[in-house]
């Protein structure tokens, strides 16, 4: 089995859904359900890098800007209509890069959002992704004083010609003046993203990014396995770059224990005691998202509007969102079986340090795991206990393979599908 199939963040991905037919009202999706997440998606981004595969728009002009928050205020207007209440327990701001707004922008977000979803985000722990080119001062310096509790910031690499290899042309002093920012407005969890994996990459230099980062000694450190479009250089390396993918993945993982950091999945580590406190679940909750490219989901159904990844069919669809004015229905999506809802319990909790706890899958499903879903092919990566069941260290490595192998067959016809178009 190789080990780098595809990052799994959601189950199913967006690719499995398909338009929905007749188109249920919210208010009938949301009946009886607990939103616990909200997240709102800003699609536009300063420039798009080279491994991007991104639901996002690169130079979008000020008047888009400002109808695309119009929209969004639209629908987050009929969306609180709809849910049976609103007592988020966390909150996101995603793209895209949220921060490519302006001040004044980012202002105009926070209130329409609270005023529409009758959220206090100062109340809850809030996370806002930024870039070095957009974590200015005076954009900083809203989010700090709106309550946000995380920032996360794309560097990828500290080394200028990994940077160039990626495809992500930024200046190291544009970095470090925005760490510095970060840091200067006191939010208290900063999150830098590191990729391994980039052309020319070595040991050396992969370790002199991980050191320099942990000069800004952020909270939360995600270390990203590179992951580039079909039939590129990089995608017919195959084995060989599995293999320093790997051996560049262990080096990081290792250097981070060494610095105090505890190991959250296979891709976020974080400092003892410096996570948000929150009473979300993600194998239980549901999710709230605003924007065009934000999914939502419940515990039966998964929805969002079209999904794309091209420029031009991107544009299409901010396009057509910044036009609507229904937004009371779900368009898109994929309904989950009781089946699906096990697997994506499965998925999401197993992927995860921690493992999977075999009560509450038992509370939830009327069954142990390891009845509806055996795992016999992963056993020389498991730890089964009696109250959990959780991936060893390499087992862990492997959860971009591992992810992808418990997608059921329906999810993989329709994902395949979806490719196929």
């Known amino acids: 089995m190789r080990p780098y199939e595809g990052y799994v963040y959601a189950y199913p991905h967006k690719t499995a859904y398909r338009p929905l037919d007749p188109r249920p009202a919210l208010t009938d999706v949301w009946a009886g359900e607990r939103p616990g997440a ?66 004044r922008e980012l202002t105009r977000l926070f209130d329409l959002t609270e005023r529409a979803m009758a959220v206090d985000l100062g109340a809850i722990p809030l996370s806002v992704e930024t870039s070095p080119a957009t974590a200015t001062p005076d954009r900083l310096a809203v989010l700090a004083e709106r309550g946000t ?59 002199y990014s991980l050191e320099t980062a942990l000069t800004w000694k952020p909270e939360e450190i995600y270390l990203y396995p590179l992951y580039v479009r079909p039939l590129t250089g990089l995608g017919k390396q195959g084995r060989a770059w599995d293999d320093q993918r790997l051996e560049l ?27 948000n406190a929150t009473e979300y679940c993600c194998q239980t909750d549901g999710m709230v998202g605003l924007g065009c490219g934000a ?12 999904y794309a990844v091209g420029a031009r069919q991107v544009r299409a669809i901010i396009d057509d969102y910044v036009g609507r004015d229904d937004f009371g229905a779900a368009n898109v999506g994929f309904a989950l079986s009781p089946d699906e809802r096990a697997r994506r319990h499965l998925i999401q909790s197993l992927l995860q340090a921690g493992g999977l706890a075999r009560g ?9 795991v390891l009845d509806d879903f055996p795992l016999d092919r992963f056993r020389q990566w498991l730890v089964v206990e009696p109250e959990t069941v959780r991936l060893t ?26 490719a196929a178009c």
């Open 38 to 103: 909200l997240y709102v998606h800003i699609p536009f981004c300063e420039m798009r890098c080279g491994f991007c595969n991104l639901f996002t728009r690169t130079g979008a002009p000020e008047d888009l800007v400002t109808a695309y928050l119009d929209a969004l205020g639209r629908q987050a207007a009929q969306t609180s209509d709809a849910l049976a209440e609103t007592a988020f327990s966390t909150a996101a701001f995603g793209g895209g890069t949220p921060t490519y707004l302006s001040a």
């Open 149 to 207: 509790t995380r920032i996360s910031i794309g560097v990828q690499s500290f080394v200028a010609a990994e940077a160039r290899a990626a495809v992500r042309p930024q200046k190291r002093a544009e970095v470090e003046a925005a760490l510095d920012a970060i840091r200067a407005c006191a939010v208290p969890v900063l999150n830098v993203d590191l990729i391994y994996g980039i052309d020319g990459q070595t040991p050396a230099s992969w370790l």
């Open 249 to 275: 993945y262990r080096i990081g993982r290792d250097r981070l224990a060494d610095a105090g950091y505890e190991q959250v999945s296979m891709r976020m580590f974080r400092l003892p005691g410096t996570a």
């Open 295 to 306: 999914r939502s989901y419940t515990s039966e159904l998964h929805y969002s509007f079209e």
């Open 360 to 368: 509450l899958y038992r509370e939830r499903f009327g069954a142990d």
């Open 393 to 418: 260290p390499e087992g862990l490595a492997r959860s971009d393979a591992i992810g992808p192998a418990l997608f059921s067959p329906r999810v993989r016809a329709l994902m395949d599908g979806y």
